[in-house]
């Protein structure tokens, strides 16, 4: 569907390793969000060995393959996109019907420059509810004064995106929040109170709640304070 002023093309850029599990239901999922919506699909692989690539490849022509890192795939799914806004999203996340609409929406103020939204777990146990509902409740109190996004949705306007060179390549993790947090001081980074995104729990069952909650605050709290997280990689978990 070609774009226009009404509906601006959507960028969705996807990293991806080891995905072949989940790549076929994120791409259906993406179809069905965004019919009658003009967008395009760029998955950016960084070496699978699984049938990720093959499998992406039915459903979009961008399919490339690239090294090791997520903030390089991010950059290089960018450079080879189209559309006006670009969102970036992990693969193993389902976005609701209707999501390019309030996107679009919340974009339509010029001085709105990027966006995230709610992140609940996709079939949550208890303690995950439990967890997510306050974490992003917390989010949107403090969005009022500092922004932060994780990557599983990061939405941002094409423009202002390469104004700030994109993501930095030289951080291993934490690299969405450090792209949110340069993005508030050119624009109005904006959290999206009414559209809920939806990830696996694949990292927080195998590593355990407590240890990733653990990771993250120890990451932000040194990025915070030196701008550099402690951790050296962010290690998949398949």
């Known amino acids: 569907m070609p774009k226009s002023p009404e509906k601006p093309m959507i960028s969705i850029i996807v990293p991806t390793f080891q995905e072949g599990e989940y790549i076929t239901n994120t791409m259906l999922n993406l179809r069905k969000a965004a019919k009658n919506f003009p967008i395009e699909i760029i998955v ?41 806004i670009l969102l ?14 309030k996107l679009v929406e919340t974009f339509r103020n010029p001085e709105v420059v990027g966006a ?24 949107r109190f403090i969005s009022r004064f500092k922004p932060h996004s994780r990557g599983e949705f990061l939405a941002v306007r094409k423009s202002a995106f390469f104004a700030l060179n994109g993501f ?9 929040h450090d792209l949110a947090i340069r ?18 729990m694949r ?14 605050f120890i990451d932000y709290l040194f990025y915070t304070i030196r701008k550099k997280p402690v951790s050296k990689e962010w290690k998949a978990v398949r």
């Open 44 to 84: 950016v692989d960084g070496g699978s060995v699984d049938d990720t690539v093959e499998k992406a490849k039915n459903f979009t022509n961008k399919v490339y393959r690239i090294g090791r890192g997520i903030a390089k795939a991010r950059n290089f799914g960018a450079k080879h996109s189209n559309g006006d």
């Open 88 to 101: 970036f999203m992990d693969a193993d996340v389902i976005l609701p019907n209707g999501f390019a609409e």
């Open 116 to 139: 995230t939204c709610n992140i609940m777990p996709l079939k949550p146990n208890f303690s995950e509810k439990i967890f997510f509902s306050f974490y992003n409740g917390l989010l």
């Open 168 to 176: 930095n390549e030289n951080l291993p993790c934490i690299e969405d």
């Open 183 to 200: 993005l508030s001081k050119i624009g109005k980074f904006v959290y999206i109170k009414d559209l809920t995104v939806f990830e696996s």
């Open 203 to 216: 990292r927080f069952r195998k590593l355990g709640l407590p240890r990733v909650i653990y990771t993250w």
